[in-house]
């Protein structure tokens, strides 16, 4: 069983940036996959980026180039730097975890973009 926590949410001016943190807890080891999606109001869910152990990485095309994801597997901490932030990247963020099959999700962080 893994558990997610996100930090990091918030409000920030467009044209702003913000860190988020995804701490990961109860595994022996670091999940191969994580990933942060988003959900804006009365939006479905979407994929925002993510990061294999190894350190792969992709991203969505809205955010390429603006944001950027890492990790630090000996804390099982995962990152999304978001920079250049705009009103459309209001959303609440998730964290993703993928381990042995399974997905866990963490609880979501606000992040609101406006002036």
């Known amino acids: 069983q893994v558990q997610l926590v996100e930090s990091g949410g918030g409000l920030v001016q467009p044209g702003g940036s913000l860190r988020l943190s995804c701490a990961a807890s109860?595994?022996?080891?670091?999940?191969?996959?994580m990933g942060w999606y988003r959900q804006a109001p009365g939006k479905q869910r979407e994929y925002v980026a993510s990061i294999t152990r190894g350190g792969s990485t992709n991203y969505a095309d809205s955010v390429k180039g603006r944001f950027t994801i890492s990790r630090d597997n000996a804390k099982n901490t995962m990152y999304l730097q978001m920079n250049s932030l705009k009103p459309e990247d209001t959303a609440v963020y998730f964290c993703?975890?993928?381990?042995?099959?399974?997905?866990?999700w963490g609880q979501g962080t606000q992040i609101t973009v406006s002036s």
């Open positions: 109860g595994s022996t080891f670091s999940p191969y996959y």
């Open positions: 993703k975890a993928n381990q042995l099959g399974r997905a866990y």
